[in-house]
T-cell receptor, first 113, second 110 residues
Framework: KAGVTQTPRYLIKTRGQQVTLSCSPI?????VSWYQQTPGQGLQFLFE???????NKGNFPGRFSGRQFSNSRSEMNVSTLELGDSALYLC????????????FGPGTRLTVT | EDQVTQSPEALRLQEGESSSLNCSYT??????LFWYRQDPGKGPEFLFT???AGEEKEKERLKATLTKKESFLHITAPKPEDSATYLC???????????FGKGMKLTVNP
């Protein structure tokens, strides 16, 4: 069974630009969650999608958004990038939500210069 | 505010020296307590889920336990390959939101 895949793996952007990250969940999983990981703050919850609906969102500004497609693949978008957005962005999938086993992808390392 | 606190932040052990990692949580209506292992440059790897106080789960040299306020990850006779960052996370009842602790970096020296 293929694991969670994320693309791209590495990304370098300039302040003010926007970026779109992609996540393909494990086949059969309908829940996709996104997290931001930084050395200072650790892993922080961004949002969770289930059957194309966002069910919860963490404490991040509106510049962070996401969506989920009918095939459960998900994308997250960050607009007007700031230096502080440099982080590892992780996607996780589960069959029904965060209260169940989640399987993480390898992450996308975003560097904002 | 929901909070998960892990201690210690870092731990160095000699191979074979058993120890325990602590995860304390303040989450209303806990739906599940999770332990993950993360190696450098990789995403977290699922280890255990605990749902109710008194529950215990084991996997090789690892054993996770849960009380009403905290969870412990016991490592018995660790090996150098157990070196990693161990993350604890709590799922709040009624919302699809997972709160992570900041992790505990374990180093096991041969």
């Amino acid at each position: 069974k293929a694991g969670v895949t994320q693309t791209p793996r590495y990304l370098i952007k300039t302040r003010g630009q926007q970026v779109t990250l992609s996540c393909s969940p494990i086949s059969g999983h309908r829940s996709v969650s996104w997290y931001q990981q930084t050395p200072g703050q650790g892993l922080q919850f961004l949002f969770e999608y289930f059957s194309e609906t966002q069910r919860n969102k963490g404490n991040f500004p509106g510049r962070f958004s996401g969506r989920q497609f009918s095939n459960s693949r998900s994308e997250m978008n960050v607009s007007t990038l700031e230096l502080g957005d440099s982080a590892l962005y992780l996607c996780a999938s589960s069959w029904a939500g965060v209260s169940y086993e989640q399987y993480f992808g390898p992450g996308t390392r975003l560097t904002v210069t | 505010e929901d909070q998960v606190t892990q201690s210690p932040e870092a731990l160095r052990l000699q191979e074979g020296e058993s120890s325990s990692l602590n995860c304390s949580y303040t989450v209303s209506g806990l739906r599940g307590l999770f332990w993950y292992r993360q190696d450098p440059g990789k995403g977290p790897e699922f280890l255990f889920t605990l749902y109710s106080a008194g529950e215990e789960k084991e996997k090789e040299r690892l054993k996770a336990t849960l009380t009403k306020k905290e969870s412990f990850l016991h490592i018995t006779a660790p090996k150098p390959e157990d070196s990693a960052t161990y993350l604890c996370a709590a799922a709040q009842g009624g919302s699809e939101k997972l709160v992570f602790g900041k992790g505990m970096k374990l180093t096991v020296n041969p």
